[in-house]
Every structure is written in C-alpha cells, then in structure tokens.
C-alpha cells in the first residue's frame, strides 16, 4: 500500500481490508472537495453538520494515510497485520461515534435548554483520544504530547502543587469546553476557516500543479536566474517563491522542488548540506507568500477582522525581503568557492507547453487577486480560481490526453492539508 489515492494497478496487489480503505478514502476526499467548493461561493451548509461531516470524512482520510505510513515503513504485516487493522477500525467507529455525539448534542442545544451531561462525556473523551492518536500518527509524538498534557492538566492539575493548582474540572466540564463548545473547541471558529475557506485554496494549489504549473514554473525559474553564479540555488529559491504564491505548505513546496533542485544545486558545485538547506529555507518561505498563504495567514484574517487582501499586502513586502536575503547569501556562498556561471542546459529551454502551462498559472491567480479587489470573499475568490483554472485546463494537451490527471491531483489535496 502506497497511496489512499494510488492507481488501480496498484489496488490489485492490496489486501481486502486495504483496498476497502482506499476507496474509503477516495471517496471522502471527492466529498470533502464538493463540500469545500459549494460553501466557498454557492451556499452556506449548516454549521454543526459541516463540522461534524468534515470531521467525520477526514478521519477516514487520516486513518488511511496512518495505514500507507505503516506500510511504507514495513508494519502492519504478518502477525501483527490483524491486531493493527482491528485498531483502526476502532479509530474509525469509535471518531464517527464522537462526531455524531457532538451533533446531536449541538441539535439538542439548539431547540431546548440542554446542559452536557455525564453520558455525553464519554463519547468526547473517545473523540479526543481518537485525535490525539492520529496527530501522534500523523505529525509525530510532539503535538500528541502537548496535547495529551493539555487534556490531563484539565483533568487532574488541582492536585498539583504551588502555582501549578487549578481550581479544577471535571469530565463534563472539559468535554463541554473541548468538544461541545464551537467556538474555542475541536469544532470551534478554525475547524470553521479551514472548511470554508482554506479547502478550496488547497484545491486550487493541487489542481494548479496537476495540471502542468509546476513545472513550468521550475523552468521559468531556471531561465531567469542562468546568468547567476548560483544558478541552480538561486532557481530554487524563485522557484519556492513562485509555489508559495499557490501552496501554503512547506512540505509541499519541498516535495514540488527538491527532486530536481537539490541534484542541480549540488552538481553547480555547492555542497550537499548547503543545497538541503537552501531548499529547505526557500520552501519554508511559501507559508508566508501571497496570494495563497498558510492557514495562519486565513486565521489572522479571521480573528482580526481585517480582509485578507489586507493581509495579503502586509504579507507581500517581508516575504520578497526574506528570498532576497537567501538570494543575495547564495551570491556570497557562489563567490566564496570561486562558482562561476554556466550556460543553460538545452532540456531548460522554454517550449510552446510552457507557455500554455504560463496562462494556466498566471489567469487564476489574476483572479484571486481581482474577487478580492472587488470586494468578494476570500472562499469565493479561491472558487472562482478553481472554475477558471478547470476552464483553462482544456487548452493543456497533457490534459486532454489524460483528463484524469485532474481528478487524480483532486483526491491529492488530502496530502497538502495533513501538512500545513
């Protein structure tokens, strides 16, 4: 197992259980994208049932990607295969059955006086440990600690000395904060953006690269910079600049560079702890690139209410200044080992499909910009990207050779959102 979202061929050398999570979560991708992409400029959704639905269909996803993980590092086979599946499944059933608790707790809130009872905390108390597992599986034991410690400070930090004491809490009261409460908790205000906002430009980042941007921009990136000394390094770091203006992931922006980047930064002659380390620096900096930034940037938006073209200017000045430092210490770093520079490789040359792939990236983004000069919000402008986008994408003939490339960069996003 390689991928929730991997091909059939794939699929066929699967066991049962896997191939039932594949398509498990190829289908919670494609609605978790239908659902992003109509309460971004259609309709509003009820706000209990997006939440709990998002929540319910990004399990299944997570669970999934855990179970690719395992399978990519060797586990999950022989005797412990059957014990290890048994655990997801509990995952699985025990997430879906906290996500229906809260909404029909919220259900309730909503047409009679209804204060959370004993009963109901145990169902929260599962959810919780549901999520913390799969951040610990997803994200490493670092969050999972500090969350873990978090939930038991709640519980048991009045019996801690000095200035450590609380006043104390108990079950219900933690579970009516973490789980009941939509506006501070697990379902609170940022599950909120990220479902209604911050979907739709992970959609549109995905869509962008499946459908021939990135590598374009990887070659405009090597054709402005072939007259430099860091040739190479420098690419890399406009073309880290150039995906962060359509991905707010690091991760991603280092998956969509590094392949092709690195081994040229080192062939130039830079050394291989230098071209990780340019790499890794550039990418970093797509978080902080407009138009399409992290979801920190959607949640300042949304905390201070400020428009996010407001952010998206205020964003604009510290992030060129940021690779034209990394630029300008490239240049000193070429010059300290006498790098000089070469002429560009024949494969670097831009061809008509480039020029194609250009309109495909620069119209979207124009878009982006446009909906939020002229006062539309920050979910509409991100579909009104990605119904240009789809729109221009017939002129691809990459595309039109295989119209599936689109659906397959679709069920992708899932990968951008497990790392922003």
Known sequence: MTDPTTN??????????????????????????????????IDLIDPKLHRAGGFALALIVAVAVSRTRRADRGGGQGAFGV???????????????AVWSFYSVQTLMEVSLYDVRQSDAIPAFVGLVVFLELCRRLWGWGLFTVGSLGVLYLLFGQ??????????????????AFWYNTNKGV?????????????????????????????????????ATRRTRGGPAHAAILSSSLFGTMSGSTVANIV?????????????????????GIEATASSGGQIM????????????????????????????????????????VTVEARRQGIEVKPLEVEDKILRLDMINLVLFIGPIAVVIASLLLGYSTSAAGLYAVIVLLTLAVINPEVRRDPMRVWRSFLKGRNRVQHC
């Open 290 to 329: 407009p138009p399409i930034m992290g979801a920190a940037a959607l949640v300042m938006a949304d905390l201070t209410g400020a428009g996010y073209l407001h952010i998206i200017v205020a964003a604009l000045f510290p992030a060129l200044f940021y690779y034209f430092s990394l630029f300008s210490a």
């Open 187 to 223: 379902f609170g205000s940022i599950t909120n953006i990220v479902l209604v906002t911050f979907f739709v430009f992970i959609i549109f980042g995905v869509l962008l690269e499946g459908t021939g941007a990135g590598d374009t921009l990887l070659k405009f990136a090597f054709l």
């Open 8 to 41: 059939g061929t794939d699929q066929l050398r699967l066991g049962l259980t896997d191939r039932v999570f594949v398509v498990l979560a190829s289908v919670a991708c494609f609605i978790l994208g239908v659902i992003a992409l109509y309460s971004s400029g």
């Open 83 to 97: 014990p290890l599946t048994v655990v997801d499944v509990a995952l699985v059933l025990g997430g879906l059955w």
């Open 159 to 176: 019996n801690l000395p000095g200035i450590l004491e609380h006043t104390g809490f108990d079950m219900v009261d933690v579970s009516e």
């Open 256 to 276: 969509g560079t590094e392949t092709f980047t690195i081994p040229m930064i080192k062939k130039r002659g830079f050394s291989p702890t230098f071209a990780a």
